[in-house]
T-cell receptor
Framework: QKEVEQDPGPLSVPEGAIVSLNCTYS??????FMWYRQYSRKGPELLMY????GNKEDGRFTAQVDKSSKYISLFIRDSQPSDSATYLC?????????????FGSGTRLQVQP | KAGVTQTPRYLIKTRGQQVTLSCSPI?????VSWYQQTPGQGLQFLFE???????NKGNFPGRFSGRQFSNSRSEMNVSTLELGDSALYLC?????????????FGEGSRLTVL
């Protein structure tokens, strides 16, 4: 079983829809939670970064972390065709010397105009 | 401000050969991490360097190695290439280190092993 599970999709939605992307994880030592967006033939770019549990909002994006359930989410409001990409969740530990990110497999999102 | 630059962008090698990939981090960033991305395994951590020292290493065989120079530029080397080494190799830099997740990725070097 992988440490981080993510539905690969593809997820197809109409323009303007609210998108919900999710990851579950098994390692309770994860403290930092991130969402990256990766366009085809590009490197991942950081969208959202959250420490521990709670919500964080940035424009049309909202990240939620529920450590008790080991579940994180990314919501995209008013989705646009330009949001079509692969979304990767990533996590890392703190204070264990493990300075490396563990990624989910990515969810491919298609926003139809 | 220039981003993370990786060279070469594409390369083709045959089994048994070796390859060296280069990464120039964002100016002022002292940490460089390397990741391998494949359709089957996704993004997997290879190693991380900070101030010319390897701080962390992922679960990859010894054929995968790297180094960092005093100007923070980094190289990774894969010896005795296998078909399964075909992947996108991504370099990421950060100011202090990868544990907070604020990594900035390059566009990658796509390696094909025939």
């Amino acid at each position: 079983q992988k440490e981080v599970e993510q539905d690969p999709g593809p997820l197809s939605v109409p323009e303007g829809a609210i998108v919900s992307l999710n990851c579950t994880y098994s390692n309770s030592a994860f403290q930092y939670f991130m969402w990256y967006r990766q366009y085809s033939r590009k490197g991942p770019e950081l969208l959202m970064y959250t420490y521990s549990s709670g919500n964080k909002e940035d424009g049309r994006f909202t990240a939620q972390v529920d450590k008790s359930s080991k579940y994180i989410s990314l919501f995209i409001r008013d989705s646009q065709p330009s949001d079509s990409a692969t979304y990767l969740c990533a996590m890392s530990e703190r204070d264990t010397g493990r300075r490396a990110l563990t990624f989910g497999s990515g969810t491919r999102l298609q926003v139809q105009p | 401000k220039a981003g993370v630059t990786q060279t070469p962008r594409y390369l083709i090698k045959t089994r048994g050969q070796q390859v060296t990939l280069s990464c120039s981090p964002i100016s002022g960033h002292r940490s460089v991490s390397w990741y391998q991305q494949t359709p089957g395994q996704g993004l997997q951590f290879l190693f991380e360097y900070f101030s010319e020292t390897q701080r962390n290493k992922g679960n990859f065989p010894g054929r995968f190695s790297g180094r960092q120079f005093s100007n923070s530029r980094s190289e990774m080397n894969v010896s005795t290439l296998e078909l399964g080494d075909s992947a996108l190799y991504l370099c990421a830099s950060s100011r202090t280190g990868g544990e907070t997740g604020e990594l900035f990725f390059g566009e990658g070097s796509r390696l094909t092993v025939l």
